[in-house]
């Protein structure tokens, strides 16, 4: 086996790992420096792993709880620990532009945080990747740690003890109609604004598309401090770009990253990705 190589991504954030195989039996040892590395610098890229779902979820396991997957919970009833991020189908027919699922997943187009809007938020998510448009179809990724690192001590006090509610309605309903019951089955939530990585003590700040306004502030208050934090997170010397190749696995930490998606030509080209995500340690009122 090669030895193992470090490959920093970003200045704020971001390691690229090569020489370890993650569909080995890895030992408790390997865990651990994965979760490590997941504290350390939130966003981790495994290249040329080529996981198929089964190894996936065994993979995902071994980080954790899965998460159930919302949609097909909350509008089917049934659980199902997989998202499909693309347009290929498991018949391997191809959803066009104008189909309504391409549409609706132009939602992952604007900063989010997996889950924000779950009463117990994801820990990770981990992406596996099958097939990539030739053009477009990237995604953008920003520390909210680093973000928070840049504040001032007094906007840091101000924002300390805020809670914001987080609304999957809100953000979803800009691009497409959610389904009735999938809108019943996550009602919004408050979530704390500042949270704290319990391993190493590092603060961010909890924002993105998902958060509608700030509890016990007015809506125009509240939207102007929200969309300030998102706006110097997301400057454009602040984000790294993941191009995403067949057999990337790919782990990012929704404590504290914000991401988007770039967007990609559905009618030209095919894109397939399989998620997995898992379960945060409760919820962050209690962190």
Same mark, same amino acid.
């Given at each position: 086996?090669?030895?193992? /190589?470090?490959?920093? &991504?970003?200045?704020?954030?971001?390691?690229?790992?090569?020489?370890?195989?993650?569909?080995?039996?890895?030992?408790?040892?390997?865990?651990?420096? +994965?979760?490590? #590395?997941?504290?350390?610098?939130? &966003?981790?890229?495994?290249?040329?792993?080529?996981?198929? !779902?089964?190894?996936?979820?065994?993979?995902?396991?071994?980080?954790?709880? %899965?998460?159930?997957?919302?949609?097909?919970?909350?509008?089917?009833?049934?659980?199902?620990?997989?998202?499909?991020?693309?347009?290929?189908?498991?018949?391997?027919?191809?959803?066009?532009?104008?189909?309504?699922?391409?549409?609706?997943?132009?939602?992952?187009?604007?900063?989010?945080? !997996?889950?924000?809007?779950?009463?117990? %938020?994801?820990?990770?998510?981990?992406?596996?990747?099958?097939?990539?448009?030739?053009?477009?179809?990237?995604? /953008?990724?920003?520390?909210?740690?680093?973000?928070?690192?840049?504040?001032?001590?007094?906007? *840091?006090?101000?924002?300390?003890?805020?809670?914001?509610?987080? !609304?999957?309605?809100?953000? *979803?309903?800009?691009?497409?109609?959610?389904? %009735?019951?999938?809108?019943?089955?996550?009602?919004? +939530?408050?979530?704390?604004?500042?949270?704290?990585?319990?391993?190493?003590?590092?603060?961010?700040?909890?924002?993105?598309?998902?958060?509608?306004?700030?509890?016990?502030?007015?809506?125009?208050?509240?939207?102007?401090?929200?969309? !300030?934090?998102?706006?110097?997170?997301?400057?454009?010397?602040?984000?790294?770009?993941?191009?995403?190749?067949?057999?990337?696995?790919?782990? #990012?930490?929704?404590?504290?990253?914000?991401?988007?998606?770039?967007?990609?030509?559905?009618?030209?080209?095919?894109?397939?990705?399989?998620?997995?995500?898992?379960?945060?340690?409760?919820?962050?009122?209690?962190?």
């Amino acid at each position: 086996m090669s030895p193992i /190589e470090l490959e920093n &991504l970003h200045k704020d954030f971001g390691l690229k790992v090569t020489g370890i195989e993650l569909n080995d039996s890895l030992s408790q040892d390997k865990i651990l420096q +994965i979760k490590e #590395w997941i504290d350390d610098y939130s &966003l981790v890229v495994f290249p040329r792993q080529h996981l198929n !779902d089964e190894a996936h979820l065994e993979f995902t396991r071994k980080l954790g709880e %899965p998460e159930p997957n919302h949609v097909s919970l909350g509008r089917d009833g049934v659980v199902n620990y997989f998202g499909t991020i693309g347009n290929v189908q498991p018949d391997g027919t191809v959803n066009g532009n104008s189909h309504k699922q391409t549409r609706f997943l132009t939602g992952n187009n604007m900063w989010h945080s !997996d889950s924000s809007f779950r009463k117990v %938020p994801s820990f990770v998510s981990i992406m596996s990747v099958y097939e990539v448009p030739k053009q477009g179809g990237e995604t /953008e990724y920003v520390s909210a740690r680093a973000a928070y690192s840049r504040l001032s001590d007094e906007t *840091r006090k101000l924002i300390e003890p805020l809670e914001v509610i987080h !609304d999957y309605v809100f953000s *979803r309903s800009k691009v497409a109609e959610v389904d %009735p019951a999938h809108a019943a089955s996550l009602p919004p +939530i408050n979530q704390k604004l500042v949270r704290k990585n319990p391993n190493n003590n590092l603060k961010n700040y909890y924002v993105g598309s998902h958060a509608r306004s700030i509890a016990g502030w007015t809506e125009k208050a509240g939207r102007e401090l929200l969309d !300030d934090l998102l706006a110097k997170a997301t400057k454009s010397e602040h984000i790294y770009t993941q191009n995403w190749r067949s057999g990337d696995l790919v782990i #990012w930490d929704n404590r504290c990253l914000l991401h988007r998606g770039t967007g990609y030509d559905a009618d030209k080209y095919r894109r397939l990705m399989r998620q997995t995500r898992v379960c945060g340690s409760g919820p962050t009122l209690a962190e």
